[in-house]
């Protein structure tokens, strides 16, 4: 299985600032990388797949890249919104597989 | 409206098993993969597995495998997940998700398994 080491665990930002949440894959996924979203006691929402395209009605504030087998999730102006738990998935080999997750808070 | 809604959940048994279904709406059914997803207390997410769209293709996470099985009925818009010797470690929120392009772009609410005596 394709391991996906996802860092920090957790993190705490403030308001307006850039924030950086990192996927490094086990072995090369390509560009099958989606980032998800979930808000506390909500679904998890998609946010970018293909590691770098936005999903519907996403706030262009977020953005994917990807270098190697390395890939980030960047939040160009921490909004009240945005404070919740953020996924990796990799879609290039079943079974697919999450990282574990960075739960994002206020400072 | 996309809608996901799962039902089924609640407590059972130890070594008991454990229906869960998912009804669609607002998409053609027919034409997606369906997947689900579970969650345990305070955790990540976990892929459990998949099903193609006329149920010839069924993908589970190797872990689980012996013990659920995913089907779906198409003429009810319905998808299931069925579970077998449950234990602790199946505590959970379940959820389903509609599989888009390899992602999944919809969740249902999730429904909560509390596998207890």
């Known amino acids: 299985d394709i391991q996906m080491t996802q860092s920090p665990a957790s993190l705490s930002a403030s308001l307006e600032e850039i924030v950086t949440i990192t996927c490094q894959a086990s072995?090369?996924?390509?560009?099958?990388l989606a980032w998800y979203q979930q808000k506390p006691g909500k679904s998890p929402q998609l946010l970018i797949y293909d590691a770098t395209s936005l999903a519907d009605g996403v706030p262009s504030r977020f953005s994917g890249s990807r270098s190697g087998t390395q890939y980030s999730l960047k939040i160009s102006r921490l909004q009240v919104e945005d404070i919740g738990s953020y996924y990796c998935?990799?879609?290039?080999?079943?079974?697919?597989?999450f990282g574990g997750g960075t739960k994002l808070e206020l400072k | 409206e996309v809608k996901l809604v799962e039902s089924g959940g609640g407590l059972v048994q130890p070594g008991r098993s454990l229906k869960l279904s998912c009804a669609a709406s607002?998409?053609?059914?027919?034409?997606?993969?369906m997947g689900w997803v579970r969650q345990a207390p305070g955790k990540g997410l976990e892929w459990i597995g998949e099903i193609n769209k006329d149920s010839s293709t069924i993908n589970y996470t190797p872990s689980l495998k012996d013990k659920f099985t995913i089907s779906r009925d198409n003429a009810q818009n319905t998808l299931y997940l069925q579970m077998s010797k449950l234990g602790s470690e199946d505590t959970a929120i379940y959820y389903c998700?509609?599989?888009?392009?390899?992602?999944?772009?919809?969740w249902g609410q999730g429904v909560m398994v509390t596998v207890s005596s």
């Open positions: 607002g998409f053609n059914f027919n034409d997606y993969w």
């Open positions: 998700a509609r599989d888009w392009e390899l992602y999944f772009d919809y």
């Open positions: 072995q090369d996924i390509g560009n099958w």
């Open positions: 998935q990799q879609a290039h080999s079943n079974p697919w597989t």
